[in-house]
């Protein structure tokens, strides 16, 4: 057993453990999946295309997160997790590839990485830790849940006409597992106290996503802008989609995300919050970012006349997920409203209200003003210069 309970991370008691540099490597692969979900939203934004787009991100989601925490608790520097994380990139890669078909010829490539992903992890974490009772029992927990998910994942993939009910399906079920405490009969379910994360380590690794996110945010802009004529009206839907990406940065990382990490690991029930705030609430942030990233290509293609209905949701749509993924992530960590986000909110509504009246250039110039506004206002907040939000529940 000995050799076995090696794979465990050790715990300092004066600091988190660190993200090592296999996890980073990994983190490459979902460089590239993010990329093919902008590219794959860009290509269809129709209802259903977004629809499709959500459920891919969820699902690309979800197996990033689930292998973050099992690296919070295994240790990537030893080599059999190491070599787990290195086959687990190759699946990510063919996972990404298959993003843009994965619901007409890569279906199947698609979902049979996926359920290599999520099923050969957790067969994995129960072998690096028999003998620790607590964490195998979990883990059980966890594979069952993910094996019932599986069947609907491999019979969408086979099957055409039923392939987006089916993975509705399977999202679902792996998406409301951790709230159930993946309660299992016989089995029992997992509280939130079972789950000793390291949360310093969960919430850089969050972090770390929402700087991927942000990072191919700036290479669409780039790569796009590379290919247009520079003039007037080019170069400043460029200066506006790069200000909002700037603008985003600040509002998560100026004060919020290290918070947040100050507030998971002074927490007398980690777990929960890692369940919660990092797990979940996480995902509007990133799904946020994916979507502005689409309003910034359609902002440097069309930047003056008048402005689609798709440029308009992209732009504005993308925005406001941002800002209101903020706002319930810091009311999370300390149960104050963030009246920036609130006021930022209300006159993108408004600016939404009015865009028959609108070119793009105006409606990205009032969503970037409307973010950089916010990111202003926290600073002066964060710095002392303002008073803080009155309090609304107990931190």
């Given at each position: 057993m000995l050799p076995r309970r090696s794979l465990l991370r050790e715990r300092a008691h004066d600091s988190h453990g660190k993200v090592t540099t296999v996890e980073l490597f990994f983190d490459l692969?979902?460089?590239?999946?993010?990329?093919?979900?902008?590219h794959a939203l860009l290509e269809d934004f129709s209802l259903l295309g977004a629809f499709k787009t959500l459920l891919l991100t969820l699902a690309i989601w979800w197996v990033w997160i689930f292998t973050s925490w099992v690296t919070n608790w295994l240790d990537p520097e030893k080599i059999p997790t190491r070599l787990l994380l290195l086959a687990m990139m190759l699946a990510g890669l063919i996972l990404s590839a298959s993003i843009p078909a994965a619901f007409e010829q890569r279906a199947v490539?698609?979902?049979?990485?996926?359920?290599?992903?999520?099923?050969?992890?957790?067969?994995?974490?129960?072998?690096a830790t028999a003998g620790h009772p607590d964490m195998v029992a979990n883990f059980q927990r966890i594979l069952v849940w993910l094996l019932f998910s599986a069947v609907f994942w491999l019979a969408g993939a086979w099957l055409e006409h039923w392939r987006l009910p089916l993975w509705m399906t399977a999202i679902a079920i792996e998406f409301v597992s951790p709230s159930l405490g993946?309660?299992?009969?016989?089995?029992?379910?997992?509280?939130?106290?079972?789950?000793?994360?390291?949360?310093?380590?969960?919430?850089?690794?969050?972090?770390?996503f929402v700087i991927i996110a942000l990072g191919e945010s700036i290479l669409v802009t780039g790569a796009t802008f590379a290919k247009l004529e520079w003039n007037a009206?080019?170069?400043?839907?460029?200066?506006?989609?790069?200000?909002?990406?700037?603008?985003?940065?600040?509002?998560?990382?100026?004060?919020?995300?290290?918070?947040?990490?100050?507030?998971?690991?002074?927490?007398?029930?980690?777990?929960?919050?890692?369940?919660?705030?990092?797990?979940?609430?996480?995902?509007?942030?990133?799904?946020?970012?994916?979507?502005?990233?689409?309003?910034?290509?359609?902002?440097?293609?069309?930047?003056?006349?008048?402005?689609?209905?798709?440029?308009?949701?992209?732009i504005l749509g993308g925005?406001?997920?941002?800002?209101?993924?903020?706002?319930?992530?810091?009311?999370?960590?300390?149960?104050?409203?963030p009246y920036s986000h609130a006021a930022a909110l209300a006159v993108l509504g408004i600016a939404a209200s009015l865009w028959h009246y609108l070119p793009p250039l105006a409606i990205g110039a009032v969503s970037t003003g409307v973010m950089l506004g916010a990111a202003i206002w926290d600073a002066?907040?964060?710095?002392?210069?303002?008073?803080?939000?009155?309090?609304?529940?107990?931190?």
């Open positions: 692969v979902f460089v590239f999946a993010i990329t093919q979900l902008s490539s698609f979902a049979c990485a996926y359920v290599f992903m999520q099923v050969g992890r957790t067969i994995y974490f129960l072998w993946f309660y299992v009969p016989g089995l029992g379910h997992s509280h939130s106290r079972d789950w000793d994360v390291e949360g310093g380590h969960l919430s850089e690794r969050c972090g770390l009206a080019t170069i400043a839907a460029f200066l506006l989609a790069f200000t909002g990406s700037v603008a985003m940065w600040w509002i998560y990382f100026d004060a919020a995300a290290d918070r947040g990490t100050e507030r998971i690991v002074e927490s007398d029930d980690p777990g929960r919050l890692a369940r919660v705030t990092y797990t979940y609430l996480h995902l509007a942030i990133v799904a946020g970012i994916i979507v502005s990233a689409v309003g910034d290509e359609f902002l440097l293609a069309h930047p003056l006349g008048h402005s689609s209905p798709q440029t308009v949701v992209a925005a406001a997920l941002y800002l209101a993924g903020n706002a319930v992530f810091k009311w999370s960590i300390s149960g104050n409203v002066r907040r964060n710095r002392g210069w303002e008073p803080q939000p009155v309090d609304v529940v107990e931190s």
